[in-house]
Each structure stands twice: as structure tokens, then as C-alpha cells.
């Protein structure tokens, strides 16, 4: 199993352009997670899915996009790049019942200049 | 809003010494609080205490959860240049919904050990 991956591992944008990490999982996982950790930081949810079709915000949405249309994959879309979003992106997954362990991929480092 | 803050926030120790983080939370419906270690790449599970499981241990690193007080405390005894680390806390709880399955992340512990 690959786990969880995700692509680019590294991305520099100029401001106003739009890009979509990639992020996918083969253990099935029903939960699907998209983080944000700015320097010195710890972790701050972005949007997650607890199933195809299904997505929430989490607690900073604003700038961010996603869907889910499969169970595996889960991109993460950035429209309309600001400097403020200059940070590393991980995705994460859970089989969400019971257990609340979450598998991380490698992470995304973006730049916007 | 689920919160959860650790302490100290960096700590400097030498090859051997024991060290002790902290983590406090606040989080609607408690269901589970975990561990994780980050070296400059994704954070690695550690631990996952509940209800159920209020004590963990794996070689040198130990852990509690006092859920009384709302707090847990990671140690890592005789400390290796290996532990060198972000040591990330994270609790989980539920507010109703598709709310299941989310962690709130506290800020995280730098922790460098010195040869």
C-alpha cells in the first residue's frame, strides 16, 4: 500500500494564479482531511469529506476549494493565490469509525510571490 | 470552539535527560486525544488515549490522560538526539453531524536533544 500521497511535493505560484494539490489514499478510508501549517505552527484544517460527495469546511475554508468524487481521491483546489497562502499542505485519512488516527502524506510546500 | 494548547513550546535538553510535554484541551463530546511526532516531514502517529485507554507506553515514550482535568502528558525518558522532533497534541470530539473524525492540532512542542 502507498498510503496516502499527494502531489506536487513542492509548487511556486505567482499571486492571482490557481493551482490543485493533489491527494490520494488506497486504504479506503472513508474520512479525508486537508491541512494547512504555516512556521512554527501546529496543523489547522482546511475543508475534510467523510465520504464521495460529501465535504465540509473546517476552520480556514476562505481561499480553498474541494470536492470528492471518489473515495480515494481528494484535491484541494487554490484559486486566486495570495501570499497569505504560502505555507505546507498536508492531506490526511481515517477509516473514521472508531478510531480517530489519521495517516498523513508527505505534504505540499507552496509559494506565493 | 475545540482548543487545544501545549506547553512548553520549545526545549532544549542533552542525550539522556527526561523530558515532560504538556497538552490541555477544551473539545465539545471528548472522544480521543493522540500524539504525534513531526521530524521536518509528516507528523507520525504516536499514541491515542480515550476513554477507555487512559495510559500508554512504548519503550521510552509514555503517556496519560487525565480527563478530569483535561489534560495529557507525553514523557520520553533517557532522550536520544533521535527524539529531536515537533511533538504535535490533538483531541478529537463531536459536535454532531459530520463532525466525527476531526482533530484540533495544538501548536506543537519543538524539542531538541543535544548530543
Known amino acids: 500500500n502507498a498510503g496516502v500521497t499527494q502531489t506536487p511535493k513542492f509548487r511556486i505560484l505567482k499571486i492571482g494564479q490557481s493551482m490543485t494539490l493533489q491527494c490520494a489514499q488506497d486504504m479506503n478510508h472513508n474520512y479525508m482531511y486537508w491541512y494547512r501549517q504555516d512556521p512554527g505552527m501546529g496543523l489547522k484544517l482546511i475543508y475534510y469529506s467523510v465520504g464521495a460527495g460529501i465535504t465540509d469546511k473546517g476552520e480556514v475554508p476562505n481561499g480553498y476549494n474541494v470536492s470528492r468524487s471518489t473515495t480515494e481521491d481528494f484535491p484541494l483546489r487554490l484559486e486566486l493565490a495570495a501570499p497569505s497562502q504560502t505555507s505546507v499542505y498536508f492531506c490526511a485519512s481515517s477509516s473514521g469509525t472508531p478510531s480517530y488516527e489519521q495517516y498523513f502524506g508527505p505534504g505540499t510546500r507552496l509559494t506565493v510571490t | 470552539e475545540d482548543k487545544v494548547v501545549q506547553s512548553p513550546l520549545s526545549l532544549v535538553v542533552h542525550e539522556g535527560d527526561t523530558v515532560t510535554l504538556n497538552c490541555s484541551y477544551e473539545?465539545?463530546?471528548?472522544?480521543?486525544l493522540l500524539w504525534y511526532k513531526q521530524e521536518k516531514k509528516a507528523p507520525t502517529f504516536l499514541f491515542m488515549l480515550t476513554s477507555s485507554g487512559i495510559e500508554k507506553k512504548s519503550g521510552r515514550l509514555s503517556s496519560i490522560l487525565d480527563k478530569k482535568e483535561l489534560f495529557s502528558i507525553l514523557n520520553i525518558t533517557a532522550t536520544q538526539t533521535g527524539d529531536s522532533a515537533i511533538y504535535l497534541c490533538?483531541?478529537?470530539?463531536?459536535?454532531?453531524?459530520?463532525?466525527?473524525?476531526?482533530?484540533?492540532f495544538g501548536q506543537g512542542t519543538i524539542l531538541t536533544v543535544h548530543p
Open positions: 473539545v465539545t463530546n471528548f472522544r480521543s
Open positions: 490533538a483531541v478529537g470530539g463531536w459536535a454532531g453531524g459530520t463532525s466525527y473524525g476531526k482533530l484540533t
